[in-house]
């Protein structure tokens, strides 16, 4: 069965950094594709970061330069690193994975970034 546990995630002032992590069970990292997605308050889901089987990533527009994901094979475990963090940086964050990038999903972790 697969697992992915999303953590890391907390409360920070705007300007601040913090450090997601998606860790996974029963299922490889380490050429696969995993996703960042996230959910503000009272809007829909949307893409923050991609780290593809070839080590590629893409970034969604509004966190180009200040996010950055990466993947630590020998840990199962993808990370991502944010910084410079703003208020509409709110909302529930979510790792996902597998050959679309979206077959698995982890239950999320909260980010609240205050003014």
């Known amino acids: 069965q697969v697992q992915l546990v999303e953590s890391g995630g907390g409360s920070v002032q705007a300007g601040g950094s913090l450090r997601l992590s998606c860790a996974a069970s029963g299922y490889t990292f380490s050429r696969s594709c995993i996703r960042w997605f996230r959910q503000p308050p009272g809007k829909e889901r949307e893409e923050v970061a991609t780290?593809?089987?070839?080590?590629?990533?893409g970034y969604a527009v509004a966190v180009q330069g200040r996010f950055s994901i990466s993947r630590d094979n020998a840990k199962n475990t993808v990370f991502l690193q944010m910084n410079s963090l703003k208020p509409e940086d709110t909302a529930m964050y979510y790792c996902?994975?597998?050959?679309?990038?979206?077959?698995?999903w982890g239950q999320g972790t909260q980010v609240t970034v205050s003014s």
């Open positions: 996902a994975a597998g050959p679309s990038c979206v077959n698995y």
């Open positions: 780290i593809y089987g070839n080590g590629g990533a």
